[in-house]
């Protein structure tokens, strides 16, 4: 048939088609990524236990500890449930004396909190990387058509490939500490070998809306004082000090991340979508937006994690515990709050 049989091209329902993709090869690549996938990817693993919060993770891991039910019955369900909660401050520091076990109990709690509070931020993590791929691939597979049409040099598709290399290898590292975390966790609450798999939340929690003062701070820590020998409360104080300080720059750090950082690549990113709309930015502009916006969601996750593994410090410290170190605040790296001394 030639091309004056052809049938008549609908102009009107092309133009819609064309319209579904507001951002031109962006759009275009991801329909076909969706739609014409060949081998889609494997199912996630079903889980066998749902912990929603940290305090369902506490609750469980005082199960795997059958001495803590006495604790817990000496203490009350009132404040058991605070502890679970994480509201730590409102066990006067005088029950210690009066609750056998009862620092057992709180250091159990503390490390439960901590593994499930790791595990969520890898979880979320593994989320932003999944993305940042995505762009990645994108990038480099335009980068590869023009390459194929002679519009690009081998060169100048290098710098797509490379990055689509870094970005694979990254959510390779994301993956893996989420499977360490997550192990860790099933370790921590005792259920190694009955549990391959929790169910967790997408994201942490949000950052709380009022810090602990420095005044609550010094009370309860000379309450605290009150209840032990003279070498143990000179430790005290110092050790208070810097939970307190981890716990006010890693809130600093994680809002700042938040409201500054995150919300600036957000805006850099929709920026860049308008301008390439309106020719003035070409596709990779977008894609390297996109993949720093990504970027900076997953170091505010991490930030994040850092301030509620502070936050489980302090108030673990505040009931005289003592941690071999304090969170690091170096950015993307795993969290350095060391399990409790016993």
């Not at 970027?295 to 930030?303: D, K, M, P």
């Amino acid at each position: 048939m030639g091309a004056e049989d052809a049938p008549p091209l609908d102009w009107r329902e092309a133009n819609d088609t064309v319209g579904q993709f507001q951002r031109g090869h962006i759009d275009v690549l991801r329909w076909e990524q969706a739609n014409l996938k060949e081998t889609p990817e494997p199912p996630a693993p079903a889980a066998s236990l749902s912990l929603q919060t940290a305090a369902d993770a506490v609750r469980r891991a005082w199960t795997a500890h059958l001495s803590l039910a006495g604790v817990q019955a000496q203490l009350g369900p009132a404040l058991t449930e605070a502890v679970a909660q994480g509201r730590w401050m409102m066990v006067d520091p005088s029950m210690h004396r009066r609750v056998q076990g009862l620092g057992e109990l709180l250091a159990v709690a503390r490390e439960a909190r901590q593994a499930w509070i790791q595990a969520v931020a890898a979880r979320q993590g593994v989320g932003f990387h999944r993305e940042s791929l995505i762009a990645a691939e994108t990038a480099h597979e335009l980068g590869r058509r023009m390459v194929q049409v002679g519009n690009w040099s081998r060169l100048q598709g290098a710098p797509a490939s490379l990055a689509l290399s870094e970005a694979r290898m990254a959510l390779q590292r994301a993956e893996y500490a989420q499977a360490l975390a997550e192990r860790e966790l099933i370790r921590v609450l005792g259920l190694t070998g009955r549990h391959d798999h929790v169910a967790l939340p997408d994201s942490l929690p949000a950052l709380p809306d009022a810090l602990i003062g420095p005044d609550a701070v010094d009370a309860h820590l000379q309450r605290l004082r009150a209840q032990l020998q003279r070498a143990e409360a000179m430790r005290a104080a110092p050790r208070t000090r810097m939970a307190y300080e981890a716990y006010r720059a890693s809130h600093v750090l994680a809002a700042g991340y938040r409201d500054e950082i995150l919300k600036t690549r957000e805006l850099m990113a929709e920026e860049a979508v308008l301008r390439y709309n309106g020719m003035l930015k070409s596709v990779w502009d977008v894609l390297s937006e996109t993949r720093q916006r990504f970027a900076a969601a997953a170091e505010t996750v991490n930030a994040q994690r850092d301030f509620w593994l502070a936050e489980a410090d302090l108030q673990w410290v505040l009931q005289g515990g003592e941690p071999a170190s304090f969170v690091s605040l170096g950015g993307g790296g795993a969290a350095a709050s060391a399990a409790p001394a016993h």
